[in-house]
């Protein structure tokens, strides 16, 4: 079982930043497909951003695409989304989910949505003045 833990939300005024940060307890992300996903206030949970396993190939939705990076950590622990120029819009509970075994293929074509294996518990971003 792996387990997922966030951190880094909170509270940021818009045009701000803020880097998110998702670790597996106990065991390294290397091998797995990660993703972010949202869930704004009353709208359906979206893909935000996801990178394939060994470093893979990252994907953004056009909304984020030019604000928001995801990358690893040198010792592939943990997997970041940096988030730049934030903006109301932005608001909404952050998950981390990962999935081993994931072609990078299938990651890109499913736009993340393949990444259905392992999930975090969430975290609150707020943007606003």
């Known amino acids: 079982q792996l387990q997922l833990v966030e951190s880094g939300g909170g509270l940021v005024q818009p045009g701000g930043s803020l880097r998110l940060s998702c670790a597996a307890e106990?065991?390294?992300?290397?091998?797995?497909?990660v993703g972010w996903f949202r869930r704004a206030p009353g709208k359906e949970r979206e893909e935000v951003s996801c990178?394939?396993?060994?470093?893979?190939?990252?994907y953004y939705t056009h909304s984020v695409e030019g604000r928001f990076t995801i990358f690893r950590d040198h010792a592939a622990t943990m997997v970041h989304l940096q988030m730049d120029n934030l903006s109301p819009e932005d608001t909404g509970v952050y998950f981390c989910?990962?999935?081993?075994?994931?072609?990078?293929?299938?990651?890109?074509?499913?736009?993340?949505?393949?990444?259905?294996?392992?999930w975090g518990q969430g975290i609150q971003v707020t943007v606003s003045s």
């Open positions: 989910a990962a999935h081993y075994g994931l072609g990078h293929a299938d990651l890109l074509s499913s736009r993340c949505r393949r990444i259905t294996g392992y």
């Open positions: 106990g065991r390294p992300l290397q091998y797995y497909s």
């Open positions: 990178i394939g396993s060994s470093d893979g190939p990252t």
